[in-house]
């Protein structure tokens, strides 16, 4: 591992310095050195997609990427995305019909999701299915993550029953 | 809290305390005896005082407050009992505001997640306490109108008195109710259930808001000043002891500011597992710096603990006879022997990981004596008392505070890795540190769902009917008690339906850590056994909803056979009707390629009847729908939080089923490590799920697991039903068949 760098990072609309090896993965720099927990940890591997973050509003798995590679890019985060308007009606779909059970992925669902709708403004099933894949809810709560997107895309009603 | 208070001692152990608020208002405590019925509801019962508190505030603006006392973990306690007290209290719920409890015994009783029990121990006395709460305020409100308290009305946390048309918030007469003597809990009026205002209404979880704007509330979010992380590097295999460790490498390893041995007692379930704790800045500079350390381990006790040579055990047990009798209900061996048809046949299922999205973590500081920790657990009471084995350390001086845990499934029933940093900070005194396992740690070093076998046969009567049935069961344990949630259950189904039945164990030696995961035993039972019934169904000329019915006849309660609860036959059959009738059953529906299967089960309390509409092609199985029925009594508290339970119980039993979740053993080191090779359910494979409450005239009972057990067996009939193969092992392997 190298020595200690000096990075500095635009997060969420602020810049930010940190002094890390280049090797360590942007989730460790949110979570233990600028103390943005909001983003989480599950695998480390990139194959739960619980770290997902925006870098330059693409989805990335933050635990598989080295702080060195990030350069000038801007990183958003779950605590900033409500500033967005597509973050905004995703979390306020979320709510509406309480997607979550622990909570714990949501931070990841939600901004995978924010992510498909910013390419996609109504996505099909399986668009859907297929950009929300590499996230795992242990809990099971898929069928309400489908709807809430759909909500949040103006694609159904709060009402419409399509949540079983 | 003030000082000045009034105590109403009720019986010998029910107490209410009420009490003026600092600042105004009336705060009320109940210290509650758990009656007994809800008592029964707790299976796999402990020696914890069976005693339940609750503490609502009001303060002089109105806002209630409302201690959550239980751990949540998902399961939606946090809010749905808060529920409870907020209706009979006859608030309004914008008024209620929850605040989650520290861990302490004498005010609050139990506190603990676990078994699906917060909704039926709970459902009485927290109503009881939000009546005695309102009563107390109609009567503070009735004194200062001079009236008589059956003259006045509430409504959304006003009262009213309709005569004089006077009205007033609860707040502006609660510190008058704090200088009154609390009302008798048994006597305290309740609502009719019809007359509900918050119980039975979807609402949006108390923490939600907070998560999805990524708050921290996990355990794992905890940030303390000067807060140092850690990992725990244990023996690769279980059972593994530490011999020696060469730390001065991992010391100079960038972030490392500390190394520490930690020679436990080798017994993590009673104590704490031998390790190497290091010590950084940042978690994944601890991280990193694992591979940096030389341990000697001693491996010797897990030698041949590996699963090829638990499956060759288990042959053999089976093999030798039908091992130890755990009932034996009329002339089972003459009554197979001379049955018109016998079939038999043999069923397993392996070892998996509980792997809850929060890695297993805890934060704690040592300092001056006293120890400070912020905890996921389960069962944080317990959690003090394996602190006081293992490292001495006295109770009464531990603050112990619980935080959100992202996800448990029974996993933070065990404590293990809060005895750990709890090792670590008093190692280092005075410094915060926050021990997070890695995904690895939390799959290899789980309480693991027990893999197990069984041997079953069955005899059919001339006239198709089931006379007598036969189950050996190989397990794991010691010989005279089997390992943790390895047991059998001798009430399961058709024990008690049928006159001629042996349930019969054998136990297998083994190193490896097993604990509870979500429908402890019921999980695996219900897979081998209402698998199995299936095809004694099919053997018989019928399908198994029609056998079960058959079976299950009139409706009575059926005793337990050993501790558990009745098992009442009419609510069995309600939710096999039911889903019957919402799924318009049919094993094999006109669309080709598409079949049904069916399973029931009855396990915490709970009655489900589920059926999955799968198909199969190309190895693959499809799962395009499930119906579920349930019957959990007469009132679904907070109906966003119920559904959610059943979806999550029926993704995740389709995980276990066909993700290929197995964890396997060579000399006791585990053989899988993150979600590449113990896979969890992930969106393209969730199917429509369609769910039907039955409401039986039964007080609620929980609802974290009895979904659960069906799901598995109702897709592997499907999976026959459609294909032809008869899965008898777990997790479902078509391709390779």
Same mark, same amino acid.
């Given at each position: 591992?190298?020595?200690?760098?000096?990075?500095?990072?635009?997060?969420?609309?602020?810049?930010?310095?940190?002094?890390?090896?280049?090797?360590?993965?942007?989730?460790?720099?949110?979570?233990?050195?600028?103390?943005?927990?909001?983003?989480?940890?599950?695998?480390?591997?990139?194959?739960?997609?619980?770290?997902?973050?925006?870098?330059?509003?693409?989805?990335?798995?933050?635990?598989?990427?080295?702080?060195?590679?990030?350069?000038?890019?801007?990183?958003?985060?779950?605590?900033?995305?409500?500033?967005?308007?597509?973050?905004?009606?995703?979390?306020?779909?979320?709510?509406?019909?309480?997607?979550?059970?622990?909570?714990?992925?949501?931070?990841?669902?939600?901004?995978?999701?924010?992510?498909?709708?910013?390419?996609?403004?109504?996505?099909?099933?399986?668009?859907?299915?297929?950009?929300?894949?590499?996230?795992?809810?242990?809990?099971?709560?898929?069928?309400?993550?489908?709807?809430?997107?759909?909500?949040?895309?103006?694609?159904?009603?709060?009402?419409?029953?399509?949540?079983? | 809290?003030?000082?000045?208070?009034?105590?109403?001692?009720?019986?010998?152990?029910?107490?209410?305390?009420?009490?003026?608020?600092?600042?105004?208002?009336?705060?009320?405590?109940?210290?509650?005896?758990?009656? &007994?019925?809800?008592?029964? *509801?707790?299976?796999?019962?402990?020696?914890?005082?069976?005693?339940?508190? @609750?503490?609502?505030?009001?303060?002089?603006?109105?806002?209630?407050?409302?201690?959550? !006392?239980?751990?949540?973990?998902?399961?939606?306690?946090?809010?749905?009992?808060?529920?409870?007290? &907020?209706?009979?209290?006859?608030? +309004?719920?914008?008024?209620?505001?929850?605040?989650?409890?520290?861990?302490?015994?004498?005010?609050?009783?139990?506190?603990?997640?676990?078994?699906?029990?917060?909704?039926? =121990?709970?459902?009485?006395?927290?109503?009881?306490?939000?009546?005695?709460?309102?009563?107390?305020?109609?009567?503070?409100?009735?004194?200062?109108?001079?009236?008589?308290?059956?003259?006045?009305?509430?409504?959304?946390?006003?009262?009213?008195?309709?005569?004089?048309?006077?009205?007033?918030?609860?707040?502006?007469?609660?510190?008058?109710?704090?200088?009154?003597?609390?009302?008798?809990?048994?006597?305290?009026?309740?609502?009719?259930?019809?007359?509900?205002?918050?119980?039975?209404?979807?609402?949006?979880?108390?923490?939600?808001?907070?998560?999805?704007?990524?708050?921290?509330?996990?355990?794992?979010?905890?940030?303390?000043?000067?807060?140092?992380?850690?990992?725990?590097?244990?023996?690769?295999?279980?059972?593994?002891?530490?011999? =020696? &460790?060469?730390?001065?490498?991992?010391?100079?390893?960038?972030? $490392?500011?500390?190394?520490?041995?930690?020679?436990?007692?080798?017994?993590?379930?009673?104590?704490?597992?031998?390790?190497?704790?290091?010590?950084?800045? %940042?978690?994944?500079?601890?991280?990193?710096?694992?591979? !940096?350390? *030389?341990?000697?381990?001693?491996?010797?006790?897990?030698?041949?603990?590996?699963?090829?040579?638990?499956?060759?055990?288990? +042959? /053999?047990?089976?093999?030798?006879?039908?091992?130890?009798?755990?009932?034996?209900?009329?002339?089972?061996? /003459?009554?197979?022997?001379?049955?018109?048809?016998?079939?038999?046949?043999?069923?397993?299922?392996?070892?998996?990981?509980?792997?809850?999205?929060?890695?297993?973590?805890?934060?704690?500081?040592?300092?001056?004596?006293?120890?400070?920790?912020?905890?996921?657990?389960?069962?944080?009471?317990?959690?003090?008392?394996?602190?006081?084995?293992?490292?001495?350390?006295?109770?009464?001086?531990?603050?112990?505070?619980?935080?959100?845990?992202?996800?448990?499934?029974?996993?933070?029933?065990?404590?293990?890795?809060?005895?750990?940093?709890?090792?670590?900070?008093?190692?280092?005194?005075?410094?915060?540190?926050?021990?997070?396992?890695?995904?690895?740690?939390?799959?290899?070093? +789980?309480?693991?769902?027990?893999?197990?076998?069984?041997?079953? #046969?069955?005899?059919?009567?001339? %006239?198709?009917?089931?006379?007598?049935?036969?189950?050996?069961?190989?397990?794991?344990?010691?010989?005279?008690?089997?390992?943790?949630?390895?047991?059998?259950?001798?009430?399961?189904?058709?024990?008690?339906?049928?006159?001629?039945?042996?349930?019969?164990?054998?136990?297998?030696?083994?190193?490896?850590?097993?604990?509870?995961?979500?429908?402890?035993?019921?999980?695996?039972?219900?897979?081998?056994?209402?698998?199995?019934?299936?095809?004694?169904?099919?053997?018989?000329?019928?399908?198994?909803?029609?056998?079960?019915?058959?079976?299950?006849?009139?409706?009575?309660?059926?005793?337990?056979?050993?501790?558990?609860?009745?098992?009442?036959?009419?609510?069995?059959?309600?939710?096999?009707?039911?889903?019957?009738?919402?799924?318009?059953?049919?094993?094999?529906? *006109? #669309?080709?390629?598409?079949?049904?299967?069916?399973?029931?089960?009855?396990?915490?309390?709970?009655?489900?009847?589920?059926?999955?509409? /799968?198909?199969?092609?190309?190895?693959?199985?499809?799962?395009?729908?499930?119906?579920?029925?349930? +019957?959990?009594?007469?009132?679904?508290?907070?109906?966003?939080?119920?559904? %959610?339970?059943?979806?999550?119980?029926?993704?995740?039993?389709? @995980?276990?089923?066909?993700?290929?979740?197995?964890?396997?053993?060579?000399?006791?080191? $585990?053989?899988?490590?993150?979600?590449?090779?113990?896979?969890?359910?992930?969106?393209?494979?969730?199917?429509?799920?369609?769910?039907?409450?039955?409401?039986?005239? !039964? @007080?609620?009972?929980?609802?974290?697991?009895?979904?659960?057990?069906?799901?598995?067996?109702?897709?592997?009939?499907?999976?026959?039903? &459609?294909?032809?193969?008869?899965?008898?092992?777990?997790?479902?392997?078509?391709?390779?068949?």
């Amino acid at each position: 591992m190298g020595a200690s760098m000096p990075y500095r990072l635009t997060i969420n609309g602020a810049v930010r310095h940190v002094d890390v090896p280049s090797e360590m993965p942007l989730l460790w720099v949110l979570r233990d050195e600028l103390g943005l927990v909001g983003t989480k940890f599950g695998c480390g591997k990139g194959l739960c997609g619980a770290c997902t973050v925006h870098v330059d509003g693409a989805a990335k798995r933050s635990c598989q990427l080295p702080v060195g590679s990030v350069g000038h890019a801007k990183i958003q985060t779950i605590e900033h995305i409500g500033a967005t308007a597509i973050g905004a009606r995703l979390q306020q779909a979320w709510l509406k019909i309480d997607v979550m059970q622990c909570g714990y992925c949501q931070a990841g669902q939600i901004m995978s999701a924010c992510a498909l709708l910013g390419q996609v403004a109504e996505p099909s099933d399986d668009q859907i299915n297929s950009a929300m894949a590499g996230n795992i809810c242990r809990c099971g709560c898929y069928n309400r993550i489908r709807s809430a997107i759909r909500i949040a895309a103006g694609m159904e009603g709060e009402g419409s029953g399509r949540v079983a | 809290m003030s000082p000045e208070r009034t105590v109403a001692t009720l019986d010998r152990r029910t107490i209410l305390k009420a009490s003026l608020l600092a600042g105004g208002g009336l705060a009320l405590d109940a210290l509650i005896p758990l009656s &007994a019925e809800a008592w029964d *509801a707790v299976e796999g019962k402990t020696t914890v005082p069976a005693e339940l508190s @609750a503490f609502v505030a009001i303060a002089a603006d109105g806002t209630v407050t409302i201690a959550s !006392k239980n751990p949540e973990i998902g399961q939606g306690v946090k809010t749905s009992l808060p529920m409870m007290v &907020a209706d009979e209290l006859d608030c +309004d719920w914008s008024q209620v505001r929850i605040a989650q409890a520290d861990v302490d015994q004498q005010r609050y009783g139990e506190q603990s997640a676990g078994g699906s029990t917060a909704t039926p =121990k709970n459902w009485l006395p927290m109503r009881q306490t939000g009546a005695a709460a309102r009563a107390m305020l109609i009567q503070a409100a009735a004194l200062q109108w001079r009236v008589a308290p059956g003259e006045v009305t509430t409504a959304k946390g006003r009262i009213f008195h309709a005569a004089s048309g006077r009205s007033v918030g609860y707040g502006e007469v609660a510190s008058a109710a704090a200088r009154l003597a609390p009302p008798d809990l048994k006597t305290v009026p309740l609502k009719d259930p019809a007359q509900f205002t918050i119980i039975g209404k979807p609402l949006v979880g108390i923490d939600s808001a907070r998560i999805v704007k990524g708050e921290p509330i996990f355990g794992v979010d905890t940030r303390l000043p000067g807060m140092l992380y850690a990992v725990y590097e244990v023996a690769p295999a279980h059972g593994g002891r530490l011999v =020696k &460790a060469d730390t001065a490498a991992a010391r100079r390893a960038p972030g $490392v500011r500390h190394v520490v041995p930690i020679f436990g007692n080798g017994d993590p379930d009673t104590g704490l597992a031998d390790g190497v704790a290091i010590v950084a800045s %940042n978690w994944w500079l601890a991280n990193q710096a694992r591979s !940096k350390l *030389a341990a000697v381990w001693d491996l010797s006790a897990a030698k041949g603990h590996s699963s090829t040579v638990y499956s060759a055990q288990a +042959d /053999a047990a089976i093999a030798a006879g039908a091992g130890s009798d755990l009932r034996v209900d009329g002339d089972p061996a /003459a009554q197979l022997a001379s049955a018109a048809r016998r079939i038999a046949a043999r069923y397993d299922y392996p070892f998996i990981a509980h792997a809850p999205m929060e890695p297993q973590n805890c934060t704690a500081r040592y300092r001056d004596g006293r120890l400070e920790i912020w905890a996921p657990s389960q069962t944080p009471q317990r959690g003090l008392e394996t602190l006081h084995k293992a490292l001495g350390i006295a109770p009464q001086t531990v603050t112990l505070h619980l935080t959100r845990a992202g996800g448990g499934f029974g996993r933070r029933l065990m404590n293990d890795y809060m005895v750990q940093v709890a090792a670590i900070a008093k190692a280092i005194p005075g410094v915060p540190i926050q021990l997070v396992w890695s995904r690895e740690d939390d799959i290899r070093r +789980d309480y693991f769902r027990p893999g197990g076998w069984h041997s079953f #046969q069955a005899g059919i009567g001339a %006239n198709g009917e089931l006379i007598a049935f036969s189950d050996h069961f190989v397990t794991f344990g010691d010989g005279k008690t089997p390992a943790r949630a390895a047991g059998f259950n001798a009430s399961m189904p058709p024990a008690g339906l049928i006159p001629h039945l042996r349930y019969s164990q054998s136990m297998l030696p083994t190193v490896v850590t097993t604990g509870a995961l979500r429908a402890p035993g019921s999980n695996a039972l219900c897979f081998a056994s209402q698998s199995f019934l299936d095809e004694v169904a099919l053997a018989a000329g019928t399908d198994l909803p029609h056998l079960m019915l058959r079976l299950l006849a009139e409706p009575r309660e059926i005793a337990p056979h050993d501790n558990g609860v009745p098992f009442d036959t009419a609510r069995a059959r309600s939710v096999i009707e039911k889903v019957v009738q919402t799924s318009g059953w049919v094993q094999k529906p *006109a #669309q080709s390629g598409r079949a049904r299967g069916f399973a029931f089960y009855f396990s915490h309390r709970g009655y489900f009847a589920e059926i999955v509409e /799968a198909s199969v092609a190309g190895g693959d199985v499809t799962v395009h729908k499930v119906w579920v029925a349930g +019957d959990v009594g007469s009132q679904i508290v907070n109906p966003l939080g119920a559904e %959610n339970q059943v979806r999550g119980a029926v993704i995740d039993g389709l @995980a276990q089923a066909l993700t290929g979740q197995a964890i396997e053993f060579v000399d006791g080191v $585990v053989q899988q490590s993150n979600f590449d090779d113990f896979r969890l359910a992930r969106m393209p494979m969730t199917p429509e799920i369609e769910i039907a409450w039955v409401r039986s005239d !039964k @007080a609620p009972t929980g609802l974290g697991e009895p979904a659960l057990p069906p799901v598995i067996p109702a897709l592997t009939n499907a999976i026959f039903a &459609a294909s032809g193969t008869r899965i008898r092992s777990l997790p479902v392997r078509l391709k390779s068949a």
